[in-house]
Antibody
Framework: QLQLQESGPGLAKPSETLSLTCTVS??????????WGWIRQPPGKALEWIGS???????YYNPSLKSRVTISVDTSKNQFSLKLSSVTAADTAVYYC???????????WGQGTLVTVSS | EIVLTQSPGTLSLSPGERVTLSCRAS???????LAWYQQKPGQAPRLLIY???NRATGISDRFSGSGSGTDFTLTIRRLEPEDFAVYFC?????????FGQGTKVEIK
């Protein structure tokens, strides 16, 4: 059974870079037709897709965040990562990682990790 | 960007009732790319419906989806206590993928 688990600091300072990693178990991150994505949810607000990556390294990002986002993949560790630069309080959110089979919605999701941006 | 508007924002219902949730898109979406999720407090969203009308693995047949173009609906045939949650629609056919703001189904 495929499982995803987010990890990383729960606190980031304003103007710094938020870094998270998603570890995939029960399946290969190099599987064909699978993208791996990040989605976030600010407290009490709607979900927002951040971006996705293929095992080859091909990425696509939400234009609203593109200038600050980098998603990378490490196939040897079966992990992919998110970096979000120049964070502000508005980036406080629960961050989820998820698998995205081509043509299908994100599923399954990790349990999510709360990142608070505060000095 | 395709904006998804869900209505109503909150529904107060009793167990056993039938509920219909609406998701309206700002432009036409292929039904292939419309999904519904359920989210409970402190949990990740759970996929209920994909392709507008297909139940995900393990999802009760009390849940059904329908619609096309810009108007989509999630119906819960008979509310069980575990169904009280927030429901989101999502489109993944046009980048950036977007989500509705959610409908909360609460116990009356």
């Amino acid at each position: 059974q495929l499982q995803l688990q987010e990890s990383g600091p729960g606190l980031a300072k304003p103007s710094e870079t938020l870094s998270l990693t998603c570890t995939v178990s029960g399946g290969s991150i190099s599987a064909n037709n699978c993208y791996w994505g990040w989605i976030r949810q600010p407290p009490g607000k709607a979900l927002e897709w951040i971006g996705s990556i293929y095992h080859s390294g091909s990425t696509y990002y939400n234009p609203s965040l593109k200038s600050r986002v980098t998603i990378s993949v490490d196939t040897s560790k079966n992990q992919f990562s998110l970096k979000l630069s120049s964070v502000t309080a508005a980036d406080t959110a629960v961050y989820y990682c998820a698998r995205q089979i081509v043509g299908s919605p994100p599923h399954p999701w990790g349990q999510g990790t709360l990142v608070t941006v505060s000095s | 960007e395709i904006v998804l508007t869900q209505s109503p924002g909150t529904l107060s219902l009793s167990p056993g009732e039938r509920v219909t949730l609406s998701c309206r898109a700002s432009q036409s979406i292929s039904s292939t790319y419309l999904a519904w999720y359920q989210q409970k407090p402190g949990q990740a969203p759970r996929l209920l419906i994909y392709g507008a009308s297909n139940r995900a693995t393990g999802i009760s047949d009390r849940f059904s989806g329908s619609g096309s173009g810009t108007d989509f609906t999630l119906t819960i045939r008979r509310l069980e206590p575990e169904d009280f949650a927030v429901y989101f629609c999502q489109q993944h056919g046009s980048s950036p993928w977007t989500f509705g703001q959610g409908t909360k189904v609460e116990i009356k």
